[in-house]
């Protein structure tokens, strides 16, 4: 069984960098057609994707988070890790990672999205002085 | 960028009825490419449906979507308890690769 944990500060200080890591269980990230996403949840409010890496390290970043952040893998230790950097109040959410499924090359007529068919419980970040 | 719209925002119904959540996108989006999720209160959102109208696995089949092009729906035939939620409608951009959630509907009891 596939279980995802987020792990981090619960708190930030603004200007900062805000770091989590996901350690991913029962899986294996060599495995073709998963990628490894990143979304949050602002108090009260919807889903926001914010990026996804691949096993090679390939990333895909929203762009109105790109200039903040960086999303890396760390295979060994089947670990993949978000951070974002000069965060403000307006970065305090709930922090997911999920596993995305998908078939076939990402842009061609063949592609397939099974959904983020995993998700780690969650992890509350505040940022505050 | 492509836009997710979903309505209505709050759906009130009880247990037994059945509830259609629309999702509307500003441009055509693939089938292949839409996904639908449930939250309950303090959980992570839970995959239901992929590929505009394909449960996932071990989600029951009052639950189905459909829908095509720019407008989808999911449909629980008999709502359940366990089933008074927010839905989310997701889509899959392919170039460059990006994900859009839609705003969420949330249903609740009447």
């Known amino acids: 069984q596939v279980q995802l944990q987020e792990t981090g500060p619960g708190l930030v200080r603004p200007s900062q960098t805000l770091s ?3 350690t991913v269980s029962g899986a ?9 996403s990143w979304i949050r949840q602002h108090p009260g409010q919807g889903l926001e994707w914010i990026g996804f890496i691949d096993h090679s390290g ?3 970043y929203s762009s109105s988070l790109q200039s903040r ?24 959410a709930v922090y997911y990672c999920a596993r995305v499924a998908t078939g076939g090359l990402w842009g061609l007529k063949s592609f397939y999205f099974y959904g983020m068919d995993v998700w780690g419980q969650g992890t509350t970040v505040t940022v505050s002085s | 960028e492509i836009v997710l719209t979903q309505s209505p925002g709050t759906l009130s119904l009880s247990p037994g009825e059945r509830a259609t959540l629309s999702c509307r996108a500003s441009q055509t989006v693939s089938s292949s490419y839409l996904a639908w999720y449930q939250q309950k209160p ?22 189905s ?28 951009g ?17």
């Open chain 1, 58 to 60: 390939s990333t895909h």
């Open chain 2, 42 to 63: 303090g959980q992570a959102p839970r995959l239901l449906i992929y590929g505009a109208s394909n449960r996932a696995t071990g989600i029951p089949d009052r639950f």
């Open chain 1, 28 to 36: 294996s990230f060599t495995s073709s057609g998963f990628y490894w």
């Open chain 2, 94 to 110: 392919s170039s460059p690769p990006e994900f859009t959630f839609g705003p969420g509907t949330k249903v609740d009891i009447k």
């Open chain 1, 69 to 92: 952040l960086s999303i890396s893998i760390d295979t060994s230790k089947n670990q993949f890790s978000l951070r974002l950097n000069s965060v403000t109040a307006a970065d305090t």
């Open chain 2, 65 to 92: 979507g459909s829908g095509s092009g720019t407008d989808f729906t999911l449909t629980i035939s008999r709502l359940e308890p366990e089933d008074f939620a927010v839905y989310y409608c997701q889509q899959c």
């Open chain 1, 20 to 22: 989590l890591t996901c």
